[in-house]
């Protein structure tokens, strides 16, 4: 089926060729609060509006006059085309009787079960006045369903949790059923963080795609943007786009708001870039491939193509206060020496030839290209072998000696590239990434970077047992990734990570352990 479908900012926000894939769908939008999602809605059903589409607007904290005067100066408004529904103010109209509820809907919140009810008999009316007037299918099949609930936070505020995750599950086969588009918005903040995160495990799988929009106040000025983070259907772009809400609450895209693209780490440059032979980089990534550029050529770098771009699993270590002034250098030599024996006496790193490593000074980088559960494995081998190590030590004259480390685990994508020897190495954003998450922890943590953990608790149960959720956290350039821990009573820290009491805005666990 071909569909009219019009979602706000959609072709700023995912590629051309991937748009004639979108006929309908279920979408979450999440955000802070007053980070401008009720004005997204309002978009939404105005621009689908003005194509003559049934609208259906659900929101559970407005009454039906907050609602016209939201919507008055929308075109198209005052129609037969859109309707307003609050679940928390729907009342059992004389004679409909609970008795005409479906056996699915009488396990509901009756006032829930009779949202339902509304939505189905609406979708239903209209589809057959459409016939009825003698419209052909193929123009009733044109134009479509367009539903918006705000907020599904809300929702969960005010109702049993199970009634509303079965009020929209049903909803979805409702949708699904009548290839309707829908957007659900979700509150995302420190202090609905964990609830946020409970709806979204619920429910993911319902989601044919995620927004998100971040806001931002520097001097007094509110600026937002916008970003498709994922999606079945669309391919998303790398680039946030900006967006304003003018005086009468209405949304306008900048579609200028294309960023440039680091030749690095492949993420969109939002401060001021830094160009090298034509190529623009963050700051700090310019630094990096210059580095790149000194050890094994300009040629080997900028030539490598996309033959020369691989994903492998990654394992990043460093030794816990390896810069204390009180050490030695010798000290910290022989810190070094013990943790690079130690990890080639595991059983994981000696076991598989397919895996590059890169000395880092203080610890080292390992990457393993075709085992995602090597990293893990190496993690638990080597903090095992600590401590025996660290108890041996212990109670010595030698105290100095005991050694800390802290892991961070990811997976991505990376350059080969080749030394002065002519052998080959990698570089780039999957083993940037596994040092973002490692900087975060604190001794004894392994941390693992979300796209990674997940793929290990899909591979073993055991994995599921000792992986456990930590939540949400801002890294460099404005990138926000989920991290997991691992750890069980013979390895890992169950404790949070000190580093996530000052990132609390993007924090979704308060709690002093995992």
């Not at 008999?121 to 057959?128: A, R």
């Not at 993911?204 to 600026?223: A, P, Y």
């Not at 072998?385 to 004259?397: A, H, P, S, V």
């Not at 973002?436 to 608790?457: F, Q, T």
Request: hydrophobic fraction near 35%; aromatic fraction near 8%; proline fraction near 3%.
């Amino acid at each position: 089926m071909s569909c009219n479908i019009h979602i706000p900012g959609i072709e700023f926000l995912a590629s051309k060729e991937s748009l004639g894939k979108l006929t309908e769908g279920i979408f979450l939008l999440k955000g802070a609060p007053g980070s401008g999602k009720t004005s997204y809605s309002k978009r939404f059903i105005g621009d689908n509006l003005n194509q003559k589409n049934l609208c259906i607007y659900i929101n559970s904290s407005f009454t039906e006059k907050q609602f016209k005067n939201l919507f008055e100066k929308v075109k198209g408004f005052i129609t037969n085309n859109v309707i307003f529904i609050n679940p928390f103010l729907k009342k059992l109209d004389a004679g409909s009787g609970i008795q005409s509820l479906s056996p699915l809907d009488t396990s509901l919140d009756v006032k829930l079960a009779l949202t339902l009810q509304t939505i189905e008999s609406t979708i239903s009316n209209w589809k057959s006045s459409g016939q009825d007037n003698g419209k052909k299918e193929e123009t009733i099949k044109e134009s479509n369903v367009f539903l918006i609930i705000d907020s599904l936070s809300h929702l969960f505020a005010i109702f049993n949790e199970s009634d509303v995750l079965k009020f929209i599950n049903a909803l979805s086969f409702i949708l699904k059923d009548n290839e309707a588009t829908a957007i659900f918005t979700l509150t995302s903040s420190s202090s609905s963080s964990s609830l946020s995160e409970k709806i979204l495990d619920s429910l993911s799988s319902l989601f044919d795609g995620t927004f998100e929009i971040l806001v931002d106040e520097k001097n007094g000025i509110l600026s937002r943007k916008i970003k498709l983070i994922s999606s079945r259907t669309l391919e998303p772009k790398s680039y946030w786009i900006d967006f304003k809400i003018d005086t009468d609450g209405r949304i306008k895209f900048s579609a200028e708001a294309k960023f440039l693209i680091c030749s690095l780490c492949k993420a969109p440059i939002e401060d001021e870039p830094k160009f090298y032979s034509e190529l623009a980089f963050h700051s700090k990534h310019l630094e990096i491939y210059l580095k790149l550029v000194g050890a094994y050529g300009e040629s080997r770098i900028t030539d490598v193509g996309p033959s020369g771009v691989i994903t492998g699993n990654f394992f990043f270590i460093d030794i816990v206060g390896l810069s204390d002034p009180s050490l030695s250098v010798r000290r910290q030599i022989e810190k070094i020496e013990v943790l690079n024996n130690l990890i080639s006496s595991c059983n994981s790193f000696k076991k598989t030839s397919d895996k590059k490593i890169l000395p880092t000074g203080d610890g080292m980088a390992i990457g393993f290209m075709e085992n995602p559960a090597l990293p893990l494995e190496l993690s638990i081998e080597i903090h095992k072998k600590l401590q025996e190590y660290n108890q041996r030590t212990f109670g010595t004259q030698d105290n100095n000696s005991i050694l800390g480390v802290r892991i961070g685990l990811a997976s991505g994508s990376v350059f080969i590239v080749n030394d002065v020897n002519n052998n080959q190495n990698i570089w780039g954003p999957g083993i940037i990434l596994a040092r973002r998450v490692m900087d975060v922890g604190d001794d004894k943590h392994i941390l693992i970077e979300r796209g990674l953990a997940e793929s290990l608790m899909a591979l073993e149960d055991r994995y599921r047992e000792i992986i456990k959720p930590l939540g949400n956290y801002l890294i460099k350039h404005g990138q926000v990734i989920k991290m997991y821990s691992a750890y069980s009573e013979d390895f890992g820290n169950p404790i949070m990570p000190s580093k996530f009491n000052t990132n609390s805005q993007y924090n979704t666990n308060k709690n002093s352990t995992i």
